[in-house]
């Protein structure tokens, strides 16, 4: 496709489930970045992929959290033992190059994660 | 990165101009102003950029002023589809493009 593609878009999760959320990137891009964005605020780095390199994880907001991209291509954000606090739309973006200033991230609509 | 600072909330008239401020009092002489926009269940779209000078693309224009501590990014002639979340974002050049620390944004809801 021509953006970034995140699937699913709305997923439900009992309290104390494990969930896995998907983010297909624009194809060649390098860098990859997931995102939490609570309701009413904007979104919060989370994680950052250059290729299939995680070169920064300082967002994760604890060891429940977990993110891979095995191929520098697909990536897959895992949230183990979900709690209600982890309700929120998780957004994905890509960008083409790493590092560069005028190198815009495009950005995925995002998955609504409701725990209950 | 610096902080910025943006009002919570704005209107505007559709086909008049919405000038939405920001203010980054501690930016530095290397962070350049990022602007974007999110419109409900989107994810944030990027709008335009600048460091010092003002800039202006097919979307907007931003004006930046001269000792850089402020800026505000206009649209022209605003439609009902503009109305979103605009945030305001500083960043370093050195500063992974993907990696952006947003704030809460202005919502910016265009009236008919």
């Known amino acids: 496709g021509a953006g970034v593609s995140q699937s699913p878009r709305y997923k439900v999760a009992k309290r104390g489930q494990d969930v896995a959320l998907r983010c297909d990137p624009i194809?060649?891009?390098?860098?990859l970045f997931w995102y939490q964005q609570a309701l009413g605020q904007g979104p919060e780095f989370l994680t950052y992929f250059q290729n299939e390199a995680q070169l920064d994880k300082s967002g994760l907001p604890s060891d429940r959290f977990f993110a891979e991209r095995p191929e520098g291509s697909v990536s897959t954000l895992k949230i183990q033992r979900t709690q209600q606090e982890d309700s929120a739309v998780y957004l994905c973006?890509?960008?083409?190059?790493?590092?560069?200033?005028?190198?815009?991230?495009?950005f995925g609509q995002g998955t609504r994660l409701t725990v209950v | 990165d610096a902080k910025t600072t943006q009002p919570p909330s704005m209107d505007c008239a559709e086909g008049r101009a919405a000038n939405l401020p920001c203010n980054h009092s501690?930016?530095?002489?290397?962070?350049?102003v990022y602007w974007y926009r999110q419109i409900h269940s989107q994810g944030p779209q990027y709008i335009i950029h600048?460091?010092?000078n003002n800039e202006t693309n097919e979307m907007a224009s931003l004006i930046i002023t001269e000792d850089r501590k402020s800026s505000t990014l206009i649209l022209p002639h605003a439609t009902l589809r503009d109305t979103a979340v605009y945030y305001c974002i500083v960043r370093g050049s050195n500063t992974n493009a993907g990696k952006s620390t947003f704030g809460d944004g202005t919502t910016l809801t265009v009236k008919p």
């Open positions: 600048g460091l010092k």
């Open positions: 973006a890509s960008s083409l190059l790493a590092g560069q200033k005028n190198t815009e991230a495009f």
């Open positions: 194809s060649g891009h390098v860098s």
């Open positions: 501690t930016i530095s002489g290397n962070e350049y």
